[in-house]
């Protein structure tokens, strides 16, 4: 019912900004948590951030304060801000709306920082 694609991801230097987007061809409901997750080659897939069914914003520890999470309903498009980019950053970056027992995933964009 909903199928989101990932972009904005690259390369960027350390302490750079990028901004991914989610664009998805089904409605995204306000009622809909949308959420940010990364995954590194080796390691377990984390949320980054999200938005709950209730409108709060959450952020995993490692990127509160330089990652900003948002959604534009008029657009259907979630995104995320993120600034002060650290080498441990890198990895890929996947979209997620959650409904009720239902879950939606893009493909991936990927972020590499590094000099």
């Known amino acids: 019912q909903v199928q989101l694609v990932e972009s904005g991801g690259g390369l960027v230097q350390p302490g750079g900004s990028l901004r991914l987007s989610c664009a998805a061809s089904g409605r995204i409901f306000s009622f809909d948590a949308v959420g940010w997750y990364r995954q590194a080659p080796g390691k377990e897939r984390e949320l980054v951030a999200a938005i709950t069914s209730g409108g709060s914003r959450r952020y995993a520890d490692s990127v509160k304060g330089r990652f900003t999470i948002s959604r534009d309903n008029a657009k259907n498009t979630v995104y995320l801000q993120m600034n002060s980019l650290k080498p441990e950053d890198t990895a890929v970056y996947l979209c997620?709306?959650?409904?009720?027992?239902?879950?939606?995933w893009g493909q991936g964009t990927q972020v590499t920082v590094s000099s």
């Open positions: 997620n709306v959650h409904r009720y027992t239902n879950d939606y």
